[in-house]
């Protein structure tokens, strides 16, 4: 079973940036056989979709709520993928997960989480006003 380990989170001002790294493990997965998304969930709210990067890094999405704020990059020779948050604002505070799911074979909506097969356990940012 893979690993997916999250850091970087912290506590922050309005406006700061931060960036999250995520490492996978595991001596079975195939790091680049795997679009990697960021999620993020807020406390009494749905998990929500930051954005996605494709197996190369050749293609990134993100939701409209972080475009032009955040980016998404990866390094497949470290089995790690980065969010690097700019601008940070209040209602971005919530607990971000990455999520692994295979480049072939997981159809469907990018920002839907029941398509990735792989998760980490969360770290939390928090960004005050």
């Known amino acids: 079973q893979p690993q997916l380990v999250e850091s970087g989170g912290g506590l922050v001002q309005t406006g700061d940036s931060l960036t999250l790294s995520c490492v996978a493990s595991g001596h079975t997965f195939a790091f680049t056989n795997y679009d990697m998304g960021w999620f993020r969930q807020a406390p009494g709210k749905e998990r929500e979709f930051v954005g996605v990067?494709?197996?190369?890094?050749?293609?990134?999405d993100y939701a409209d709520s972080v475009k032009g704020r955040f980016t998404i990059s990866r390094d497949n020779a470290e089995n790690t993928v980065y969010l690097q948050m700019n601008s940070l604002k209040p209602e971005d505070t919530a607990a971000y997960y990455c999520a692994a799911k295979l480049t072939y074979g997981s159809g469907g909506d990018s920002a839907d989480v029941s398509i990735y097969q792989y998760w980490g356990q969360g770290t939390q940012v928090t960004v005050s006003s």
């Open positions: 990067i494709s197996w190369n890094g050749g293609r990134t």
